[in-house]
């Protein structure tokens, strides 16, 4: 057969790649970080979940996961379109390549969303919160991917199918491949870290599929064809992962969009222009709070941006003013905002989502939905794929007793919090001494001028 030279080459690696690529699912779950913050090191720092920061963060629609299930779906869908060019008279090539265009449109669109959008997975067929239209055009393709299943499919009984596969060293993998992919979909693998394990399901069906579909995919043809070939087929593969990550970005146009309250209160990284445009179609935001102080020389690209679309639509658009550098004016003023019903749904967010945002959302739990400490720091660290940075112990430590003075007084984690930071010193402290001794000074300054 022609596809035996390849099928000799590959021998076992394809089981033990696929053994291989169980390795960091395993690393990530029990691989906790225990790297010091070298801006303040003296502060400990604990780990309150029961699996490390990072492995929720992966667990999470369109992040690292995702993405490798997108490069190799990309792979199985390169693979059948050559099988089919290059013997288009085998009708189950063309089964085989509508299977894996199915595969990669449920990887690049997957779910569920942290942002509360519904998506565009397959799964959205059955969800009657969807638009009718969405349904209908997911329920017509799956309809065409069914029949092409079934017609090139005809000529083959079961048993003669299961025989050729033998035969051709791929009913192994073709089961595993089967089984893993039917597994992902079912809820009884989901546990902590939730969507993890099935998202891993997933990859390991595909590479499963993949390699199968490799091992009677026919040769190039010889020469500088087949270099061509092999060139041609790297710039669909790629092309093809481009267009993943396309979907991924529609799905979720804002970076590390989170729904915090639903309808209420949402957390991001900085928007785009395009990307509010999007998101505002279905959030339809009031209200947009902006932690970073944009006054400064860090100031993001994307803020004049940003402030236009408020203009343009309508939105209360807030940023930290120069004139409170510690920003804790700003915190209880933005953490009211959130409490008010004529600013839902409210955004929040600064640059990356990593440090001010989260935090700023760990103190409204805390302070607004009365979560214990532990419990916020725990959605803190599951936003944030690492630790809270020993900031956030400073900023609590400094901001709690403020704004709930009776809670952070007798709330244990607050109390650890306090120990783990003894000793160092706070330079927000220092911002607010400046601060003061300029404000004496402009004072006295201008009473002078006065007499």
């Given at each position: 057969?022609?596809?035996?030279?390849?099928?000799?080459?590959?021998?076992?690696?394809?089981?033990?790649?696929?053994?291989?690529?169980?390795?960091?699912?395993?690393?990530?779950?029990?691989?906790?970080?225990?790297?010091?913050?070298?801006?303040?090191?003296?502060?400990?720092?604990?780990?309150?979940?029961?699996?490390?920061?990072?492995?929720?963060r992966l667990a999470v629609a369109g992040d690292t996961i995702d993405h490798a299930a997108v490069y190799v779906a990309s792979a199985a869908?390169?693979?059948?379109?050559?099988?089919?060019?290059?013997?288009?008279?085998?009708?189950?090539?063309?089964?085989?390549?509508?299977?894996?265009?199915?595969?990669?449109?449920?990887?690049?669109?997957?779910?569920?969303?942290?942002?509360?959008?519904?998506?565009?997975?397959?799964?959205?067929?059955?969800?009657?919160?969807?638009?009718?239209?969405?349904?209908?055009?997911?329920?017509?393709?799956?309809?065409?991917?069914?029949?092409?299943?079934?017609?090139?499919?005809?000529?083959?009984?079961?048993?003669?199918?299961?025989?050729?596969?033998?035969?051709?060293?791929i009913l192994a993998l073709l089961l595993v491949a089967v089984a893993l992919l039917a597994v992902r979909q079912t809820s009884w693998i989901d546990r902590e870290p939730f969507e993890f394990w099935p998202r891993w399901f997933y990859v390991w069906g595909l590479f499963a599929w993949s390699f199968a579909l490799l091992r009677v995919t026919p040769p190039a043809p010889p020469g500088w064809t087949r270099r061509a070939a092999v060139a041609g087929l790297i710039v669909a593969w790629l092309g093809l992962d481009f267009l993943g990550r396309g979907v991924f970005w529609y799905q979720r146009p804002i970076n590390r969009l989170h729904e915090i309250v639903p309808g209420k209160l949402y957390l991001s990284a900085m928007p785009t222009y395009q990307g509010l445009k999007i998101a505002q179609e279905r959030h339809h935001f009031k209200t947009i709070v902006n932690l970073f102080p944009e006054y400064t020389e860090m100031r993001s690209p994307h803020w004049p941006d940003e402030q236009r679309f408020a203009r343009e639509h309508g939105i209360a658009c807030y940023n930290q003013p120069a004139a409170d550098p510690t920003g804790e004016q700003f915190v209880k003023d933005t953490l009211a905002l959130a409490q008010d019903p004529n600013n839902w749904p409210l955004l929040v967010h600064c640059h990356g989502s990593m440090d001010r945002s989260p935090a700023w959302v760990g103190m409204y739990r805390f302070v607004v939905d009365g979560w214990p400490l532990n419990e916020a720091i725990k959605e803190l660290e599951r936003h944030r794929g690492l630790r809270p940075k020993s900031s956030v112990t400073l900023l609590y430590n400094r901001m709690l007793p403020m704004l709930a003075p009776g809670r952070a007084a007798t709330d244990p984690t607050a109390a650890q919090l306090r120990v783990n930071a003894r000793g160092t010193v706070d330079p927000a402290e220092e911002i607010a001494r400046r601060a003061e001794t300029g404000a004496q000074q402009s004072g006295e300054t201008s009473a002078t001028q006065r007499r």
């Open positions: 057969m022609e596809a035996q030279p390849i099928r000799n080459r590959l021998g076992y690696w394809p089981w033990l790649v696929l053994a291989l690529t169980t390795l960091p699912a395993f690393w990530y779950v029990v691989d906790f970080e225990r790297s010091l913050d070298p801006e303040f090191p003296s502060v400990a720092r604990q780990t309150y979940n029961p699996y490390p920061p990072a492995a929720y869908v390169v693979l059948s379109v050559w099988s089919c060019l290059r013997d288009p008279k085998r009708r189950l090539r063309y089964a085989a390549l509508a299977l894996s265009l199915a595969a990669f449109w449920h990887a690049a669109t997957p779910g569920p969303l942290m942002n509360g959008w519904h998506g565009l997975g397959w799964r959205t067929i059955f969800d009657p919160r969807v638009a009718a239209g969405q349904r209908l055009a997911l329920a017509g393709l799956a309809a065409v991917v069914a029949v092409v299943v079934v017609w090139c499919s005809r000529p083959w009984t079961l048993p003669t199918f299961l025989r050729e596969a033998r035969d051709r060293r």
